[in-house]
């Protein structure tokens, strides 16, 4: 296996960086993905691997900016510099704009040189000019919003420039959310987030867990104080799967958001039957089996066989017995009857019966497949990948999965529908048609937010967002964690 600390690879932690650069900028496919694969394939420190891993998603994150910041400075228009060249420049200037330990001098030389050897003498020189103009400017701030108001007409794409967020994204928000809330959005998803864990209090204690965890203090945290009482903010999870703690199924990483959606709305009791739609990884399929209990019985169902082989060894690690993971598309009609079954705890109903297994449920919880924008902290190209027609066809399928999933929950059972992501029309507007179309057969539940909640919500100076008492959202500022939509549903009669 290859060292990239060897001088003889020629593969430092920055050309590093730009192969993963240039693969995401050219496919467009999961940053993620890509960092995964390139720090999977070397050894790589510990210090080398965070380097790559900030300039990678930093440099992702802001690259509107930054390529709006470059044409200030550059004699070529952006479309016309060298694919190579364009990404060693977005690299250069995101350290030299976003991280202080970097100094200026070493971001341009470092430039420089990954451009003469990996391109050309005269793209090192293009190089060097550019860096060495932007490094030069004592107030990059001020120059660029006086910039911004010359150049840049539209207030929406101001903000898009400013925030790096295509326009018609920022628009989106500022029709739901107005100007003062959609400025807060993206100044806090562009945040690196915050990082949690929740882990078996029945197998091992806070105090316990923060001799192998650098847990962060919970301070204000209401939430964490008083209400997820199995839940810790710690300061990183990188290589959390070599740890003794995770191998023994005593933590799993875990954001607050869906933490929340089992423990506070869909709120498994013992001994009773869940199913949960769109299940894997198996984050919150793992917490419900951990509440219904061994005399209790989940149904985990997705669509993606390679994602269910991750739950399904989740579920290992974690020593879950009462789970049956099924491969099944839930937007289609009679999905569990027709689903591929990939092992897990028998169930006691027979398949042969002539309604299946309508009503067999008593509680449902649906992770609804949406654009997932509220996990841009950490997924920062989420917000590049995704159009309107994306969201318009996510909602039709949110819409048609909690349809097919109607008949199998049992007069009185609840649904709790969940998206990681501020779309109204993935959300809000999915609960009123599918209200709609059901009539007088289900109701919203009064969200019963505990005081305790309100109460931290109220730290963050912002009216709780929860559409009459009805559906809440989790905004990115609340917890500096993971946003998402919640919504639960009474099914009040059987009657078609």
């Known amino acids: 296996m290859k060292n990239l600390n060897e001088k003889k690879d020629g593969l430092g932690p ?7 650069l240039n693969r995401y900028f050219k496919t467009k496919k999961s940053l993620k993905d890509i960092i995964n694969h390139y720090l999977g394939h070397y050894r790589l420190s510990g210090l080398d691997r965070r380097f790559i891993f900030n300039i990678a998603k930093g440099t992702v994150r802001y690259f509107l900016k930054i390529d709006f910041i470059l044409s200030l400075f550059s004699d070529k228009k952006i479309k016309d510099i060298d694919f190579a060249v364009l990404n060693i420049l977005r690299m250069g200037v995101y350290q030299h704009v976003y991280m202080d330990k970097v100094p200026s001098y070493s971001a341009v030389d470092e430039c420089v040189k990954l451009a003469k050897k990996e391109v050309s003498l005269p793209a090192s020189k293009f190089v060097n000019a550019v860096m060495r103009r932007v490094s030069s400017v004592s107030d990059l701030k001020s120059l660029l919003e006086e910039k911004l108001t010359k150049s840049v007409k539209k207030d929406t794409d101001k903000i898009g420039i400013r925030y790096s967020y295509p326009g018609w994204l920022v628009k989106y928000w500022l029709d739901r959310y107005g100007r003062k809330k959609t400025i807060l959005i ?7 987030p915050h990082v949690y864990l929740k882990f078996n209090k029945e197998k091992i204690s806070k105090k316990e867990l ?31 799967s070599e740890t003794d703690i995770y191998k023994k199924g005593l933590v799993s990483v875990q954001d607050l958001s869906s933490q929340m959606a089992v423990e506070y709305f869909l709120k498994p009791l013992k001994n009773e039957k869940v199913l949960d739609v769109c299940a894997a990884p198996g984050g919150k399929t793992a917490y419900i089996a951990e509440l219904v209990g061994n005399g209790g019985e989940v149904f985990s169902v997705d669509i ?15 020593n879950i017995r009462n789970v049956r993971v099924m491969e099944a598309d839930a937007k289609e009609q009679d999905f569990i009857e027709k689903s591929q079954d990939m092992g897990g705890k028998g169930n006691s109903k ?37 159009s309107m027609d994306d969201i318009i066809r996510l909602s039709k399928e949110s819409y048609r999965m909690m349809v097919s999933c109607e008949r199998y929950l049992k007069a009185g059972g609840r649904l709790v529908f969940y998206t990681c992501t501020l779309s109204p029309l993935e959300s809000q507007q999915v609960i009123g048609r599918f209200l709609e179309y059901f009539k007088k057969k289900y109701a919203i539940e009064k969200l019963d937010v505990p005081d305790k909640l309100i ?17 809440m959202e989790i905004m990115p500022y609340y917890f500096k964690s993971e946003s998402g939509f919640i919504c639960s549903l009474i099914k009040i009669s059987s009657a078609t």
């Not at 993206?186 to 690196?192: D, F, H, I, K, R």
């Not at 962060?216 to 300061?235: I, T, Y």
């Not at 390679?306 to 974690?318: D, G, P, T, V």
């Not at 449902?364 to 509220?374: N, R, T, Y």
């Open 210 to 240: 923060g001799k192998e965890m650098d847990i962060v203090p919970p301070k204000d945290n209401l939430l964490l104080d008083n209400m997820l009482e199995s839940a810790v903010e710690v300061s990183s999870v990188q290589d959390i």
């Open 455 to 471: 109460s931290a919500l109220d730290l963050m100076k912002d009216n709780i967002n929860t559409d009459k008492g009805t559906c």
């Open 350 to 386: 027979s398949k042969d019966m002539q309604d299946g297994y309508a009503g067999y449920f008593d509680k449902i919880l649906i992770d609804a497949p949406c654009s997932a924008f509220g996990t841009i902290s950490k997924n920062p190209d989420v917000k590049y990948n995704k």
């Open 14 to 20: 920055r050309k590093i960086a730009l192969l993963i």
């Open 186 to 192: 993206c100044s806090s998803l562009n945040e690196n």
């Open 304 to 318: 993606s066989r390679e994602k269910l082989k991750i739950l399904k060894s989740n579920l290992e690690r974690l």
